[in-house]
């Protein structure tokens, strides 16, 4: 059995999905950003799956992919440190009652 | 461009600005604004004199001292400007109303920034009266109505916020028919193929032409789109409504100039763009405003009868008489049409009159309740007595500006029903001059009620007694207006035949005048 | 004729208005007054002066080689001018009744404004509150009358209509302090603003056909061609006289135009001469000062409905049916007047009904005279009651004014037996009395005969009808009469403050005004006024037969009074017991002022002003503040989409990624 693109791209996509609904659903902003990295990695998945297949003699994929992998350590970080922050002033982190600042 | 006289209309007001921006102290602004107005009204008068002596020297073309400049080319927007009677009897009300205005709020606060706003809205005014342009018109019109908003909601009293809204907001709903109809106007200007033009005379110059005029069919959406956009300002009913809340909270110099000039604004916007450019239309789609300004007439009186508040009594009072205005205007008779514009100065300088005088009864006893008021007669002889003068010009006593006004109105509007009824054209025109006829009784009703409430029989509250009769500056502002109002009462066939050199234009040809 | 005097005669009183009502404040009374007084007195001389030249002088434009009086425009300037023809002039026009008039207007406000220099002030001698601005008033009042008799043309017979409506106005709420003098006056404006709307649509309707607004014009084509007619000046006649003769006239329903115009004038004329239904203000009037009801509302002002149907009667004569509704309108009021002033207790309300009822005798007369009866006698009997009835009732008034002065009471309840107080008052008021009630050699006879002479010549049914009111007449005005200066003797404090005779700028006037009343019917009046101008010497055609008549009804009717007031009776209140219904109802007037208390007040003001402020506020600016509502609304309504909550965007973009997704899927299909 070979292995093809579509063996890689379907997990991907399944993950994307599933980083798109729990994005979608979950209240928790921890769980949000969780689901955010998911949706991430998927297209990270992505990225290296059709360098490698599509452009085997070139880089630029695996290139783009270590640098999403940078961006999204360093954009965690962050938004942790936001979260936590939230978290001291407001004593949660339930999206739908964080609503102070909307109008 | 500073040869031409007009442009003065607008520069000295734009001077006055920087003056009063410049200005430290109060007596400073009110220097400004009293030397100012005084050289409008100086500007104003040569104006008139250098107009008759040309009309005299035998010149025919339909407006003098005209002019033009290129502002924006691609769309043939011009400054363009040109005065004929009416305008020049338009803008020696304007100047003398804001005289007026000046001395009425002589103890504003924040004097600064309400000289301001008045004298922007003046620009806005003048402006209006002196140009010929389309586009530039509704610029100077817009330039009138915004600092009215800032005026009533800063300087107002009552439900301010409200009546400040509700009038900028209504005045802008008319102001949206108006753009479209004038954008519409200038995209059919030149139906032959030439230039396109927001000129009024080039325009009014085709008007009696049925190849070149606006298309007919044009006219016909056109026309009700200018003449509401106009009249919503004209306080026509249905759309008068602003006008009572807004009086009623707006300061007096701003009252006085609203009334006095703005809602003149829209009967001659009425006059010059919607039956000037299209008498087709006027002629044939008349009727529809004909009924609505008849029913202002009486509406306005009637429900006049019933307020309490002085300048909700005025108000309404003024929404009669304006309606008055374009009734007369809708006659498409010279007669009356002259009656209208004499109308429109009357009314003018007597609802200014009568704001101012509010105003000053209401800095005193802070109520406008003519049931809380009472025997001021007693107690403010003066102000009392120029009351029952602007009373008695208002009902239309003969040695008065309102007498001429409407007589002339009814003359001209009768001759115009007889001529429809006796051609088979319906009684339409000849019923609603009845019925407007009727008004004069109404209005004597409402007035003499104030009057008698408000200045005679016995002191109702005895913490009136102490109040003070007119200092010399409200004495200055009603004393210039009795003047006006006067004179115009006396001497109407001088008024008379100014506006009525002006309906010598083939245009009216079409309207059979 | 020079032109300087008849201008004075217009522009001294304007001047002493202007010059009183601007710097009276600062002025003495007593200058204020003097200055009025003089300013009229010269106006008087002025009157004279022309009313003399134009009737004696016999100057070939006043008179023609056949002795036809002709009608004189002295000036004529143009005011306002509405179209080529419509033009509304300031002039001058002299003629028989406007000469006439300026005698009588001069006259009663001289003697007016010389009362009112002892009676506006008290017994004390100090003057009323007010007192230089009365005077100005009363000049703004003598200004607007004889700018209006002298008009040349209708539209002017307007504006001065209007002005003496404004000054009566004034002076009225002259107490302005009194809440009753205010209503007073705005009744009184009101009700005569409402006749001056059917004036005014008929000077329009009228002028629309005929083109001018010019009295000449109107009448001498209204009379051209007819039979008998010499002198009348014919100008433009003939392009009028077809509009109404030669081409009918159109019809509305039901008359001519030329009918329905002059119907809507005589409206006019009921308002100001207070004839039935719009009588109603007249009597709320007396609440003026007692000088002024003289002058206004008895003697000038009044009789100007009068004077209008006057000066447009050839045009009247034209239509039958207008003048026949002047009867109608005319003889009902004169009897309705004459019954309620049978049972007023307020001596000027009396004497106020008693005016409506005398005015009402003149539109009578104008009603009933025909060219062929008696060459219009009617016309002339008219114009020489008014002139008799100016001066008497004048006189009445005044005399009334000085009882007022010396009681400080307008009820003759608080009256009675001061014949022997006041016989200055007394004997002028009993000249009065007899004047009006018809008695030779008196004024009021021979003016009053000649009245009920058109009226035989007319119909039984008017001479009789007219005949009992003249007996109503004497018999209300003796009662009267015998209430204030007999019945019983007056309860009143002796000495100092007994009631007393009034100082002599009082006395001279009620004097001068009863010698008149004495003399002035034997002033050969056909032969300065008749309607078209030839002379008419009505002793040659006198009536010997109505004379004796109406002196027997005039003597009966005093006889009645006599026997019940003279002396303090019974039969009075037998009377009144008798007929209780017919002596309520006279008594409160018939009811009319319920019924226009209910008409403004209930219809007018509870049906429709009410219901429309309320349809403004809440409908037509509901449906303004209803827009904004609705634009609000639809702003809070889409807020939420808003939410601020990005999981809600994602579900949006999602969608819509979906939703195009979808479409374009479709679409490639």
């Avoid at chain 2, 220097?31 to 040569?46: E, F, K, P, Q, R």
């Avoid at chain 3, 007393?500 to 006037?509: A, E, F, I, K, R």
Wanted: proline share 3%; hydrophobic share 55%.
């Amino acid at each position: 059995m070979e292995i093809t693109a579509i063996y890689y791209l379907v997990p991907a996509l399944i993950m994307f999905c599933c980083g798109v609904y729990g994005f979608i659903t979950r209240k928790n902003m921890i769980a949000m950003l969780i689901s955010l990295e998911l949706m991430l990695n998927a297209v990270d998945i992505n990225f290296a799956v059709f360098n490698r297949f599509l452009w085997p003699g070139q880089l630029e994929g695996m290139f783009f992919t270590l640098f999403a992998i940078a961006i999204a350590a360093a954009e965690t970080a962050l938004a942790i440190a936001i979260i936590i922050n939230i978290f001291r002033a407001a004593k949660n982190i339930d999206v739908r009652s964080l609503n102070e600042m909307k109008f | 461009m500073f040869a031409n006289i007009l442009i003065y209309f607008v520069v000295i007001p734009l001077l006055m600005l920087a003056g009063i921006a410049l200005c430290r102290n109060v007596r400073q602004i009110r220097a400004v604004a009293v030397t100012g107005s005084l050289a409008l009204i100086a500007l104003s008068v040569v104006v008139l004199l250098q107009y008759l002596d040309l009309r005299a020297a035998g010149e025919t073309a339909p407006m003098l001292f005209t002019d033009s400049w290129t502002w924006f080319e691609p769309l043939h927007i011009n400054l363009a400007v040109g005065v004929d009677g009416i305008s020049i009897a338009m803008l020696l009300l304007s100047s003398i109303i804001v005289f007026a205005g000046s001395f009425a709020s002589w103890k504003i606060d924040q004097p600064k920034e309400f000289f301001l706003w008045l004298i922007l809205l003046s620009v806005g005014v003048f402006g209006f009266f002196i140009t010929v342009d389309l586009f530039t018109m509704f610029m100077f019109y817009e330039v009138a109505l915004i600092p009215m908003y800032l005026l009533i909601g800063v300087w107002g009293s009552g439900r301010k916020n409200y009546s400040a809204m509700k009038l900028t907001l209504m005045l802008m709903g008319g102001s949206a028919f108006l753009m479209l109809g004038l954008i519409g106007i200038y995209y059919h200007s030149n139906p032959a193929g030439g230039q396109l033009t927001w000129n009024i005379l080039e325009i009014a110059s085709r008007a009696a032409d049925a190849e070149q005029c606006i298309p007919q069919g044009w006219q016909m959406v056109l026309f009700p789109l200018t003449f509401v956009g106009f009249g919503v300002l004209g306080a026509m009913f249905p759309f008068h409504t602003w006008s009572p809340d807004g009086h009623a909270s707006a300061p007096t110099a701003v009252s006085m100039l609203h009334a006095g000039v703005l809602m003149k604004l829209g009967g001659y916007g009425c006059f010059r763009v919607a039956i000037y450019l299209m008498p087709y239309a006027a002629q044939e789609l008349s009727y529809i405003f004909l009924i609505l300004t008849g029913i202002s007439v009486v509406y306005g009186a009637f429900c006049a009868c019933v307020k309490t508040d002085l300048k909700y009594i005025n108000a309404y009072s003024s929404v009669s008489h304006c309606g008055l205005v374009l009734f007369a205007i809708l006659m498409l008779n010279t007669t009356a049409m002259t009656g209208a514009i004499m109308q429109m100065l009357s009314h003018g300088l007597m609802t200014a009159l009568f704001f101012a005088l509010i105003g000053m009864i209401y800095g005193r006893t802070h109520t406008r309740e003519i049931t809380k008021m009472g025997g001021l007669m007693q107690i403010m002889p003066y102000l009392s007595v120029c009351y029952v003068i602007a009373g008695m010009a208002s009902l239309g006593l003969p040695g008065l500006s309102g007498f001429v006004a409407e007589m002339t109105i009814f003359v001209g509007s009768f001759q115009a029903g007889m001529a429809d009824y006796l051609g088979g054209e319906g009684s339409l025109r000849l019923v609603f001059t009845i019925i407007a006829c009727c008004s004069i009784v109404i209005t004597a009703v409402y007035i003499l009620r104030v009057v008698g409430k408000l200045l005679f029989g016995p002191v109702q509250d005895d913490h009136h007694r102490t109040l003070t009769d007119a200092t010399w500056w409200e004495r200055l502002s009603t004393v210039t207006l009795i003047l006006c109002v006067a004179a115009i009462g006396c001497f109407p066939n001088f008024f008379n035949n100014l506006i009525n050199t002006t309906f010598s234009p083939a245009i009216f040809a079409v309207l059979g005048m | 004729m020079d032109v300087t005097v008849p201008i004075l005669i217009l522009a001294i009183p304007l001047f002493m208005f202007l010059l009183l009502g601007l710097t009276g404040m600062k002025m003495s009374h007593k200058l204020a007054g003097t200055l009025g007084t003089l300013g009229m007195g010269t106006v008087l001389v002025l009157a004279y002066v022309t009313a003399f030249t134009y009737f004696f002088g016999g100057a070939p434009e006043f008179i023609d080689a056949a002795g036809n009086r002709l009608q004189y425009l002295v000036f004529d300037q143009t005011w306002l001018a509405f179209t080529q023809n419509l033009v509304i002039k300031i002039g001058f026009l002299l003629d028989p009744i406007s000469a006439m008039m300026l005698v009588v207007i001069t006259t009663i406000s001289f003697m007016v404004h010389l009362y009112s220099l002892g009676y506006m002030r008290d017994h004390h001698g100090v003057y009323e509150h007010g007192f230089q601005r009365f005077y100005a008033f009363l000049s703004l009042f003598s200004f607007s009358m004889l700018g209006l008799v002298v008009a040349p043309n209708i539209f002017q017979m307007y504006i001065f209509w209007e002005l003496v409506g404004a000054s009566s106005y004034l002076l009225i709420g002259f107490y302005y302090r009194k809440p009753s003098a205010v209503s007073a006056s705005k009744k009184a404006f009101i009700v005569t603003r409402f006749a001056d709307l059917g004036f005014l649509i008929g000077i329009l309707v009228l002028s629309y056909y005929t083109g001018t607004f010019n009295f000449t014009d109107f009448t001498s084509s209204a009379v051209a061609g007819m039979e008998g007619v010499t002198q009348v000046n014919i100008h433009t006649a003939e392009g009028i006289l077809n509009i109404f003769q030669s081409s009918p006239a159109p019809m509305f329903m039901g008359a001519s135009v030329l009918t329905w115009a002059l119907v809507l004038i005589f409206m006019g004329g009921m308002g100001k001469s207070a004839m039935l239904p719009l009588h109603i203000w007249l009597p709320d009037a007396m609440e003026g000062p007692t000088p002024v009801s003289a002058l206004i509302h008895a003697a000038t002002m009044v009789v100007a409905g009068v004077y209008l149907v006057a000066r447009l009667f050839p045009l009247y004569l034209m239509e039958e049916s207008a003048l026949m509704i002047i009867t109608v309108v005319g003889a009902l009021t004169a009897l309705y007047a004459a019954m309620v002033a049978c049972t007023q207790v307020d001596i000027k309300r009396v004497l106020a009904f008693s005016t409506i009822s005398q005015i009402a005798f003149m539109m009578v007369s104008l009603g009933v005279a025909r060219m062929d009866i008696h060459h219009g006698l009617g016309y002339m009997a008219s114009m020489f009651h008014l002139f008799t009835h100016a001066m008497f009732k004048a006189l009445l008034f005044l005399g009334a004014g000085a009882l007022i002065h010396a009681i400080g009471s307008n009820d003759y309840t608080d009256m009675h037996g001061l014949r022997k107080y006041m016989p200055i008052t007394h004997i002028t008021f009993l000249i009065g009395c007899l004047a009006i009630a018809g008695i030779i050699p008196f004024s009021g006879f021979f003016s009053k005969d000649e009245i009920l002479s058109s009226c035989l010549g007319n119909s039984t049914i008017a001479y009789v009808w007219m005949s009992a009111v003249a007996g109503l007449t004497a018999f209300y005005m003796f009662r009267l009469y015998y209430l204030i200066f007999w019945w019983k003797e007056h309860k009143v404090h002796e000495g100092h403050h007994a009631p007393h005779d009034q100082p002599w700028v009082m006395s001279l006037p009620l004097i001068i005004l009863a010698v008149i009343s004495c003399v002035a019917g034997f002033i050969p009046f056909g032969n300065l006024v008749s309607w078209n101008g030839v002379p008419y010497d009505f002793m040659a055609h006198f009536n010997w037969s109505v004379a004796a008549v109406s002196l027997v009804v005039a003597i009966a009717g005093i006889a009645l009074a006599t026997v019940m007031y003279r002396k303090e009776n019974e039969l009075p209140a037998k009377f009144k017991n008798a007929v209780p219904a017919l002596w309520r109802w006279c008594h409160h007037r018939f009811y009319w002022d319920e019924l226009y208390m209910f008409i403004t007040h209930r219809i007018i003001f509870g049906c429709i002003c009410r219901p429309l402020a309320w349809f403004d506020r809440h409908i037509i600016d509901g449906t303004m503040d209803s827009f904004a509502t609705i634009t609000n609304k639809a702003s809070d309504a889409i807020k939420p989409l808003q939410s601020g909550q990005v999981q809600m965007y994602v579900w949006y973009y999602l969608i819509g990624a979906l939703a195009l997704g979808g479409i374009t899927y479709i679409c490639l299909l």
